[in-house]
């Protein structure tokens, strides 16, 4: 298994800022993912953390308002920018082992006041 | 178009009643069909993963299970502390994304 660290465990923001979520794992992963989670929701994938290049979004996220790097092969941070009150939601950070096993950081869970 | 697609959306059962949850899948070339575990707060838990049709896994109480079509997550006895939602996801072959189902949030009572 890979155990993920993620920061912050939650805040509580004010409109108009941005926030940047760290994400830690103690090995090298093959793949990493950003997904978002809202109140009631399943997980909605945002992006593929691609090391050493521009992340891959999926449709409806763009890369002004989540900026993401992965610089190596065990960490990786998403920016929530210009946030608003629809961005409140449990942001997940997610990891592919070598086993192809798939595991997931405790969640940010992101207020937007 | 890739889809899961899990049932019921909310189960309540009683202590020791034993019940599945079903997940139906539509991925192409799917590479591993997963089941969580997640709390209210708290980041989805890794349970199972199955790859191949008639492949079973067994954890305390669950067991899953896989067809070429679904997947079953079977509850034995459960206890009040299984009480959680339980979300699964597929593996795409062509994309290699997670795709999830809303989830099957349980409640079991005492």
């Known amino acids: 298994s890979a155990v993920i660290s993620q920061k912050p465990s939650r805040d509580i923001c004010q409109r108009g800022t941005s926030l940047t979520i760290q994400c830690q794992v103690d090995?090298?992963?093959?793949?990493m993912f950003w997904y978002r989670q809202q109140p009631g929701q399943s997980l909605t994938l945002i992006a593929t953390a691609n090391q050493g290049s521009e992340a891959t979004y999926e449709s409806g996220f763009v890369i002004d308002k989540f900026p993401i790097s992965r610089p190596n092969l065990t960490f990786s941070t998403l920016t929530v920018s210009n946030m608003s009150p629809e961005d409140s939601s449990i942001y997940l950070c997610?990891?592919?082992?070598?086993?192809?096993?798939?595991?997931f950081g405790q969640g940010t869970r992101l207020t937007v006041v | 178009e890739d889809q899961v697609t899990q049932s019921p959306e909310a189960l309540r059962l009683q202590e020791g009643e034993s019940s599945s949850l079903n997940c139906s899948y539509t991925v192409s070339g799917l590479r591993g069909l997963f089941w969580y575990r997640q709390d209210p707060g708290k980041g989805p838990e890794f349970l199972f993963t199955l790859y191949s049709a008639g492949e079973e896994k067994e954890k305390e109480r669950l067991k899953a299970t896989l067809t070429k079509k679904e997947s079953f997550l079977h509850i034995t006895a459960p206890k009040p502390e299984d009480s959680a939602t339980y979300l699964c996801a597929a593996r795409s072959g062509n994309t290699g994304k997670l795709i999830f189902g809303q989830g099957t949030t349980l409640q079991v009572k005492p």
């Open positions: 090995s090298q992963v093959t793949m």
């Open positions: 997610s990891v592919v082992t070598t086993r192809t096993e798939a595991f």
